[in-house]
């Protein structure tokens, strides 16, 4: 019963950091990005690259989320142009078609240049007793990552400069600009930051058992639930929202079976939604 | 607009649709493009029943394939599991497909569900649809799918009368479409695809606009996919996948033209074109997919029917000046 329940909030984690860089991307550029499960795959592909030129596994999955990162960038001030000239719906669905092509793109390229490809990363010790319970050392890992990096988020969005900005331009962004924030360059820093935690969560999917090349439109998707869960806005909200679902899913495949886990999950989603239709925290972040 | 007489305010639907029904004597010799146009015709009454949902009322349905699929299953199991005749069974498929669309419609309108939060309810639902499908093997058959060979119309078995059929239908769907366009209820749309809150407050129903644009949008996802399945010989999930349909249909819709009449059929012609243009490039061809779709977007972001208009519009102008000066 513990036990799947930490199993339930270790999967949620990897879920709400895959999550919040749609939030964030969502909340701040007007775009819904789905390609997000793409940049995960990057990242973990990028960190493969390294561990087979011979880097430390620690390094490479520091390198993987950096390339993320640096993928995200580019995409921002290429290909997200196009879309940022436009304010409201127009925005969203340019967005929407222009990331789905993106989706298309990398899903295209991958698949055809790495098609034998899969990361897996092991730690030296499997196992850990934690009061009498096994754990997994990965799940642990992936675990206190997830929780500092929304720790170290929560920090720079309450008390830094750049993350008043941020949230002032999630609030509004005519507004901001008013006040002679430039949007532009903020959004590209948050895409970056984004695209760097869906790299992360690509790798830590490595380090639970192992990350292939097909697996973006399944990423894209699982984040996609858990943002609008969340309400897409807010962060706390995503957070919680990942949790949620990922105990859910634990308690469902762990009692019922996994192929009716999966609708299970979704109806909860749904029902979710329908609840509380603003998000499961409304105005919070 | 609407003091034109009738005859000529139809003038591009009849001469499109004329235009279509001439393709069996250029592709009937050839099994395969007639295959290949009959499912554009498919596409294109979807995507007119798409325009209603989205264009027109704003609703993101991210359910579509799983509407026409839960038409097409509800036909196909019944024909198979009662030896019920097609005009009994169709119909309940379609209504099956209607009242879901209805449902998404009344809940969202209900809850007051935003644009992506009715997309990812109605996401959600296309996946639980593909899995029930599959886990209902007894039923469904599932991945393998249903024959559906011998359950529908004779008619359905000989492809150029199977394509006639689909144009009947097409022409049938841009009939109605055209119809409540030009009733109170077309204005009523236009009026809240513009500004929601102000069509509500000059005592506009936007709920049953809404419901109502669901329901027929819903009904021709219904009627169209219920009638490719038993065209296609087998019903399976892949057939009705969100990748199959969804994606198709959205990008058809926004590539013709967002609440343009013409859109949907010009949109889902040119997807055919490009779907054919993009197949011989075998294991490349998601990645070649994906970059015509990134640059047909920048390049024709308004829609191809709109931009076309204003071409056309533009060259009009132009003589205008020409002849006065």
Not at chain 1, 240 to 263: D, E, M, P, Q, T
Not at chain 2, 7 to 34: K, N, Q
């Amino acid at each position: 019963m513990t036990a799947t329940l930490l199993d339930g909030i270790v999967q949620g984690l990897q879920l709400s950091l895959l999550a919040v860089g749609i939030t964030l991307i969502f909340g701040l550029g007007g775009v819904l990005n789905l390609a997000h499960g793409q940049f995960a795959v990057v990242g973990g592909v990028a960190a493969k690259l390294l561990l087979n030129l011979g880097v430390h596994p620690v390094l490479a999955g520091i390198g993987g989320v950096i390339g993320a990162g640096l993928f995200g960038l580019l995409v921002d001030r290429s290909l997200l142009l196009p879309a940022y000239r436009y304010r409201g719906e127009e925005r969203l669905l340019l967005g929407l078609i222009l990331t789905l092509g993106l989706s298309f793109v990398i899903d295209g390229y991958l698949n055809y240049a790495f098609s034998e490809f899969s990361l897996t990363l092991l730690l030296p010790i499997p196992l850990v007793q934690i009061a009498g319970i096994p754990m997994r050392t990965a799940g642990l890992t992936t675990s206190a990552i997830a929780l500092v990096v929304f720790l170290a988020l929560f920090v720079f969005l309450r008390w830094t400069l750049l993350g008043k900005t941020i949230r002032s331009i999630i609030e509004n962004e005519v507004g901001a600009e008013l006040c002679g924030i430039d949007p532009a360059r903020t959004r590209t820093i948050i895409v970056g930051l984004a695209a760097m935690m869906a790299g992360l969560a690509g790798i830590a999917q490595g380090l639970f058992s192992s990350l292939g090349t097909e697996m973006g439109p399944e990423f894209t998707i699982l984040g996609l639930l858990v943002a609008v869960v969340g309400g897409v806005r807010s962060l706390n909200g995503t957070l919680v929202a990942g949790v949620f679902l990922g105990i859910v899913n634990a308690f469902a495949s762990r009692y019922i079976g996994a192929y009716v886990a999966f609708i299970i999950l979704l109806s909860v989603a749904m029902a979710t939604i329908l609840l509380r239709p603003t998000g499961l925290l409304a105005r919070f972040t | 607009m609407s003091n034109r007489p009738v005859s000529s305010r139809y003038t591009d639907v009849v001469a499109l649709v004329i235009l279509l029904a001439l393709v069996p004597a250029i592709a009937a010799h050839t099994p395969y493009y007639l295959r290949i146009a009959t499912l554009a015709v498919v596409y294109m009454g979807w995507t007119v029943g798409f325009n209603l949902i989205f264009g027109h009322t704003k609703q993101l349905f991210l359910c579509l394939g799983a509407l026409a699929g839960s038409a097409a299953y509800v036909t196909a199991v019944l024909s198979q599991q009662l030896q019920l005749s097609p005009w009994i069974t169709i119909p309940i498929g379609v209504a099956a497909a209607t009242g879901l669309g209805v449902l998404f419609s009344y809940v969202s309108v209900l809850r007051g569900l935003g644009v992506i939060f009715l997309g990812i309810v109605t996401l959600a639902f296309s996946l639980i649809f593909q899995n029930m499908v599959l886990g209902l093997r007894q039923f469904t058959n599932g991945e393998t799918g249903l024959v559906t060979r011998d359950l529908g119309f004779p008619l359905l078995d000989h492809p150029v009368a199977a394509y006639y059929l689909f144009i009947a239908v097409l022409a049938l769907a841009l009939l109605v479409y055209c119809f409540v366009m030009d009733s109170r209820m077309g204005f009523a749309f236009r009026a809240l695809s513009d500004d929601e809150l102000t069509a509500e407050l000059s005592g506009i129903d936007v709920t049953a606009c809404k419901i109502v644009a669901a329901a027929l949008g819903s009904t021709v996802f219904g009627l169209f996919g219920t009638l490719y399945g038993l065209y296609n010989g087998i019903v399976s999930p892949s057939l009705f996948s969100f990748v199959n349909v969804d994606i198709p249909v959205l990008i058809s819709l926004l590539l013709g033209g967002m609440r343009t009449r013409l859109g949907p059929i010009v949109g889902a012609a040119l997807f055919a074109v490009i779907e054919e243009f993009v197949r011989p490039f075998g294991q490349l061809s998601v990645l070649v997919y994906g970059v015509l779709l990134i640059v047909l977007f920048v390049a024709f972001r308004e829609g191809l029917v709109v931009m076309l208009r204003k071409a056309f519009g533009f060259s009009q102008f132009r003589e205008l000046f020409r002849s006065s000066g």
